[in-house]
């Protein structure tokens, strides 16, 4: 199974990736994810995304590429791979296409999560996370047993600096006017299934189990 989540940033994407990814042994490839160890080691590509990530704008193409390019060549094992935050933008699109097509390895579906403007702002405004171990938090939703602490490691939470309210108004803007066409982009191609993502988590991942059926292994 080799599946797209797109959707504005705090829609559910990473959350549904990780319950699809234990359920059907795939790998989950978040470029958030990548990004922030790259920060977090302070390697090149870290440092020079860490400007971009701070004011909520898009990391340019060519690290996002470099570091997926990287991480799909060696998938070893894995019942295909679920990628979330990637591609942002169409040239990104076309350059996915190239490097999975060289390994004859074409996506089966991408997945569009719809969820309200204002859902968004309040579930991204809300997260808290632990910059020790990684685990994240809700204040609203999912918050820590422990008050302001991490339950796992007992690490101080803090709001990654992408989530202030100024951050998200740039990342909502950033992704109407660059991410947006993406959508037209697939739809195009045939690959697109919209999914409403503004119920609870299992009643999406649900809806979402029903798209995904017919590309799950065997």
């Given at each position: 199974m080799r599946v797209v989540f797109l959707g504005a940033p705090g829609v559910g994407?990473?959350?549904?990736?990780?319950?699809?990814a234990a359920a059907s042994k795939s790998?989950?490839?978040?470029?958030?994810d990548l990004l922030r160890e790259a920060v977090r080691n302070q390697t090149t590509l870290g440092r020079e995304a860490k400007g971009y990530m701070d004011q909520g704008k898009l990391v340019p193409d060519s690290v996002v590429i470099g570091l997926v390019r990287e991480k799909l060549a060696d998938l070893s094992g894995a019942n295909g791979f679920?990628?979330?935050?990637f591609p942002r933008t169409v040239v990104q699109a076309e350059e996915?296409?190239?490097?999975?097509?060289?390994?004859n390895t074409p996506l089966d579906r991408v997945v569009n999560f719809q969820v309200s403007r204002?859902?968004?702002?309040?579930?991204?405004?809300?997260?808290?996370?632990?910059?020790k171990c990684q685990a994240t938090f809700h204040v609203d939703f999912a918050p820590s047993k422990k008050g302001n602490v991490c339950d796992r490691c007992g690490e101080p939470l803090v709001q990654r600096s992408d989530d202030r309210p100024e951050a998200i108004e740039t990342r909502l803007k950033v992704y109407e006017e660059q991410t947006a066409p993406l959508i037209r982009y697939y739809r195009e191609r045939q690959l697109l299934s919209e999914l409403d993502g503004s119920g609870s988590v299992d009643a999406v991942?649900?809806?979402?189990?029903r798209v995904l059926a017919p590309y799950r292994p065997t």
């Amino acid at each position: 199974m080799r599946v797209v989540f797109l959707g504005a940033p705090g829609v559910g994407k990473g959350t549904q990736a990780d319950r699809v990814a234990a359920a059907s042994k795939s790998v989950k490839l978040s470029t958030g994810d990548l990004l922030r160890e790259a920060v977090r080691n302070q390697t090149t590509l870290g440092r020079e995304a860490k400007g971009y990530m701070d004011q909520g704008k898009l990391v340019p193409d060519s690290v996002v590429i470099g570091l997926v390019r990287e991480k799909l060549a060696d998938l070893s094992g894995a019942n295909g791979f679920i990628l979330d935050g990637f591609p942002r933008t169409v040239v990104q699109a076309e350059e996915l296409n190239r490097v999975l097509a060289s390994a004859n390895t074409p996506l089966d579906r991408v997945v569009n999560f719809q969820v309200s403007r204002e859902d968004v702002v309040r579930r991204l405004s809300g997260r808290r996370s632990c910059p020790k171990c990684q685990a994240t938090f809700h204040v609203d939703f999912a918050p820590s047993k422990k008050g302001n602490v991490c339950d796992r490691c007992g690490e101080p939470l803090v709001q990654r600096s992408d989530d202030r309210p100024e951050a998200i108004e740039t990342r909502l803007k950033v992704y109407e006017e660059q991410t947006a066409p993406l959508i037209r982009y697939y739809r195009e191609r045939q690959l697109l299934s919209e999914l409403d993502g503004s119920g609870s988590v299992d009643a999406v991942f649900e809806g979402l189990s029903r798209v995904l059926a017919p590309y799950r292994p065997t």
